[in-house]
């Protein structure tokens, strides 16, 4: 027995019976109208191929619609901003984007969704379900497209290519993402600052800046982390890892960006120079810090006795005066201070090393202070080191 819904009725105009030709099938015909099997529902085949790229699809209709890829053809037209689909079913589930309609929605989270294909990936989510594994190395993934795309991470094919500079891209979406760097264009807001964004996946990351949101946690430490990247790098504490290396001293770092900076301390470069006195650093956040000095901004306060600081280190120093805490210990004496600096400066009493030495008479200090205020004798100044 088949279901009635595979049946297919076909009229014979002329009122003649016709012998069923399928040999699965063994209905006998009746007049006016004959019941025929598909022979795809009986086999397993599909019968109908394309003659452009030999894809096969069991109903005619499909072939028909599929055919529109090759030609280009889109006969349904959205009446509000113009654009064309292949089937009448993608141009309702468009027109919901000007309608703000969202008919399925997620039993467990309540959000809404356009299509209820969309409703389908989105509940995986909470399922965990992944039904798509690639053949090659077994990652699976929610979505067959999501696995089509990286299917070609192992055959190198990159479809979509830049008309500006030539770079092509695994994804139509990376493309367009890239080509916003030569336009320049930032189609995607933030609501809370407006800040502008090329993809709406850098301003999603953006926004868990004003929500708070941190969704990746470690599953180490459970430290938690508004970005992937960010929980990435940070795994490589636990394990360890630290892939990039100075090919001149062989340092290894955690990122490559920290080994760029690194570099500069051979290269002797220094890129970031303030607008204001010129002065050069060899990373953009000791150039902010130094611009402070300027602006007069203190953005790191005391929650003891809310004294600022321009510096976080500053900050951290400080706060050790009411928690009495001193983590630096002379190994001579083991007297112990709050800044390392102090314990270097304690430490040449043991040593008896005075690099500080005054340019007019030779005079030697531990200290820059010391000899500061040595020079102010020289200067014509009272002062009680000399």
């Known amino acids: 027995m088949f279901d009635k819904t595979f049946l297919k009725i076909n009229y014979i105009p002329n009122g003649e019976a016709e012998s069923c030709s399928d040999t699965v099938c063994d209905k006998e015909p009746e007049r006016n109208h004959h019941i025929k099997l598909n022979a795809s ?11 452009v790229c030999s894809k096969q699809f069991v109903t005619q209709g499909t072939l028909k619609i599929h055919l529109r890829i090759h030609t280009g053809e889109k006969p349904y037209n959205c009446v509000v901003c113009g654009k064309q689909f292949l089937t009448n079913s993608n141009l309702k589930i468009h027109l919901r984007t000007h309608t703000g309609e969202k008919p399925y929605s997620c039993v467990v989270c309540h ?15 909470h399922t965990g379900e992944k039904p798509y594994s690639c053949i090659v190395c077994g990652k699976k993934f929610k979505t067959k497209s999501h696995l089509n795309t990286h299917k070609r991470v192992h ?12 770079k092509h891209f695994y994804t139509n979406g990376y493309l367009q993402a890239h080509v916003r760097m030569h336009t320049g264009e930032k189609p995607y807001s933030c609501v809370v600052c407006n800040k502008g964004f090329q993809d709406s996946c850098h301003l999603k990351e953006h926004e868990r800046i004003h929500t708070g949101e941190k969704p990746y946690t470690c599953l180490v430490c459970d430290k938690k982390f508004g970005y992937k990247s960010h929980l990435n790098r940070h795994e490589k504490v636990h394990t360890g890892e630290k892939s990039y290396n100075c090919f001149v001293c062989g340092k290894e770092f955690l990122r490559n960006t920290c080994l760029q900076e690194h570099e500069r301390i051979h290269t002797g470069q220094k890129p970031f120079s303030c607008v204001v006195c010129g002065k050069e650093y060899g990373k953009r956040s000791h150039l902010k ?14 929650v003891e006795c809310g004294k600022t600081f321009g510096r976080n280190s500053y900050l951290k120093t ?8 001193k983590p630096y210990s002379c190994v001579v004496c083991h007297k112990e201070f709050t800044r390392n600096y102090n314990l270097k400066i304690h430490q040449r009493i043991h040593t008896g090393e005075k690099p500080y030495s005054c340019v007019n008479c030779g005079k030697e200090y531990k200290s820059s202070s010391h000899l500061r205020a040595h020079q102010m004798i020289h200067n014509g100044k009272n002062n009680k080191i000399v």
Do not use: A, D, M
């Open 289 to 302: 810090t130094h611009q402070r000095t300027h602006t007069g901004e203190k953005p790191y306060s005391c």
């Open 111 to 125: 959000k809404g969704f356009r299509s209820n294909s969309h409703l389908k990936q989105h509940e995986r989510v």
């Open 318 to 325: 400080h706060k050790r005066i009411h928690t009495g805490e």
């Open 41 to 51: 529902t009986n086999t397993g085949k599909k019968q109908h191929r394309c003659v």
């Open 155 to 166: 055959t190198g094919e990159k479809p979509y290519s830049c008309i500006v500079c030539g």
